[in-house]
């Protein structure tokens, strides 16, 4: 099963790591285009962010070219700032695709009439799509939600209004702003929003295994699947997926040790990236989603909270393992 293309982008599979804010840093994204995805996107950052040149937001446009297709994702409120923020996206990064955040539930977010707040709206939607797409080079795409609340989807229009001015593509997480994570995400209704346009459908949501990926595909005719929670500490998730979309197989479960290995890599390029204080405080809830499924974590991840050195991680990590393994040898 090959990829597909997003303007002139081409994707060499339909798998593709979701934006998500606090993890799809360059250290997370280049594991995940290690194991394999097609497109990688990085975590929301603000127009406003953009504009006033804040610190924190210009690291967070830094772009490994490794980690190439990439797609770099803005949100705000206001056409203009919008506008301008994906002119400097445009011009000063080596992102090949802008992506504008019409999904983000959070009310610091939403009540700048920015992130999902727009659902409300298949004209405005229209509006700022037709803005930016005209004012850059790059293809621009659209992340949204099915809709506002159970009382107000306009999935269908909004994906309309999003084609008519000018996306390339959308990916339609299956679930409301009011759901936030919760509950099940409507695959039906990104069905009835890629019937109704030309352009590329991403789906996203509930998709926790290879098989939910290929059913999605097959069952409600998305052109990718954007994969996000499920690929938290388990990148073979995705690896796994390609594999299955490919050939029908599932390849093998990694073990422990394959597990602690790719978790102290991404852990070293986050102290590369973020420096050794902030890295390690981010590392301890990556670590623990790494450990899952693995026997006897709980006290490692007790003494994760006690643990404020990279030398202090690899060492508490390097000591779990081989315990792991020396069981596993006198069971």
């Not at 983000?104 to 799509?129: N, Q």
């Not at 679930?175 to 990104?190: C, H, L, P």
């Not at 052109?223 to 995705?238: S, T």
């Not at 003494?303 to 404020?308: E, G, Y």
Request: with cysteine; hydrophobic share 40%.
């Amino acid at each position: 099963m090959t990829g597909f293309k997003i303007g002139d982008v081409e994707l060499n599979n339909r798998v593709i790591l979701a934006p998500m804010a606090g993890v799809c840093n360059p250290a997370f994204r280049l594991i995940a285009k290690e194991f394999g995805a097609g497109l990688v996107c990085a975590e929301m950052v603000s127009d406003k962010g953009i504009l006033y040149e804040n610190e924190r937001t210009m690291q967070m446009l830094y772009v490994d070219d490794r980690e190439k297709p990439l797609s770099l994702q803005i949100y705000g409120g206001s056409k203009e700032t919008l506008v301008q923020a994906a002119q400097y996206v445009d011009a000063n990064t080596n992102a090949d695709i802008i992506d504008i955040n019409m999904g983000c539930p959070v009310p610091k977010v939403t009540k700048c009439d920015a992130g999902a707040k727009w659902l409300l709206d298949p004209d405005k939607v229209y509006e700022m799509v037709h803005a930016v797409s005209q004012a850059v080079d790059k293809p621009v795409t659209v992340k949204m939600r099915t809709g506002w609340d159970s009382h107000h989807i306009y999935c269908v229009d909004n994906v309309h209004a999003a084609e008519a001015g000018g996306a390339k593509a959308v990916a339609i997480h299956g679930r409301t702003r009011s759901q936030k994570y919760e509950g099940v995400a409507d695959w039906n209704i990104i069905g009835e929003a890629k019937r109704a346009v030309t352009i590329p459908i991403i789906g996203n949501g509930d998709v926790q295994t290879p098989q939910d990926a290929k059913r999605m595909i097959d069952e409600i005719g998305v052109d990718g699947v954007m994969i996000g929670r499920a690929a938290l500490g388990n990148p073979w998730m995705l690896y796994q997926t390609i594999q299955y979309l490919e050939s029908g197989t599932l390849s093998v479960e990694p073990t422990p040790r394959e597990k602690i290995d790719i978790c102290l890599l991404h852990a070293e390029r986050l102290v590369a990236l973020k420096g050794e204080d902030l890295a390690v405080r981010e590392m301890r809830t990556h670590v623990a989603w790494y450990l899952k499924g693995l026997s006897g974590n709980g006290h490692v991840r007790k003494a994760l909270f006690d643990t404020n050195t990279h030398t202090g991680l690899q060492k508490l990590l390097h000591e779990y393992v081989e315990t792991l393994e020396m069981n596993a040898v006198h069971a």
